[in-house]
């Protein structure tokens, strides 16, 4: 079983003309990509895997940003997520988006999972602008735990000039994790470029995980990522993602084999290839108490 547990639903459900894709270096250092997929060229990409998690994230109720506008409201957001996973429901499953400052969260969390039949939340602290220690958010993790829906968290940088670096820092999940120790987490990017940050907080707690999603287009911070959770003995707490459309599954799956390229000639110790293939074949939903 291989399974994809971080993409984002596919929005609009015919191909969108070429000039109204956005390609943009800032995601992808080593190549354009496009970021509008549509239904079709979604289940192309997914072909390599068995199943795949998709989900986008609530705008804030208080107002958005300049840069804000890609956001839309969380009962839009869950709407196009289950219209999607409805029609793909061999393969595809989708968490929901909630904004910890929406009065009506915790309704549109019930609405979300009983109506639509969405089994986890998304959330993105930077991009969505709330304090993850808050309690709004708190809020939200509580209900989280007693529904048994696993959250995961955009975790580590991002390019967009408005998200906050520190609402989106890995050592928060640390508390999160302290507060709510039944609620599953998956800390999504091993927290880029805080890995080490990640690995320390996944480490301690039994129900934390990371995604490895986003990283191998920058092969020494990814190397590294994966020798210290070697070292640190938590190779076998990395989910395989691919954060499509920013990068494939294929082309996730094909970057593990080649982590080690940038040691050849040294003498620097190599990631056990056998252990990537167990991050391959993980069956994540399963350790996050999804049926499927
Ligand atoms: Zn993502």
Redesign the pocket.
Known sequence: MIIDI?T?TPRDREPVAPEDDVVNSMWRPDAAKSARPDWKSYMEAMAPVDKAVCFNMASDPRGTRDGDATLEPATEVNDTTAEFVRAHSDKVLGFLGVHPHDPNALEEIERATQDLGLVGIKLGPNYQNFDPLGPEAFKIYGRAQELKLPILF?QGTSPVRFADLDYAHPRHMDRVATAFPDLRVVM?HVGHPWQIDTIVVIRKHPNVYADI??NFYRPWSYYNELRLATEWSVLHKLFLGS?FP?ATPQETIDALWRVNDVIQGTNLPEVPLGELEKILHRNSLELLGIPH
Do not use: I, T
């Open positions: 971080h984002h955009h999504a999603s986003a954060d920013v």
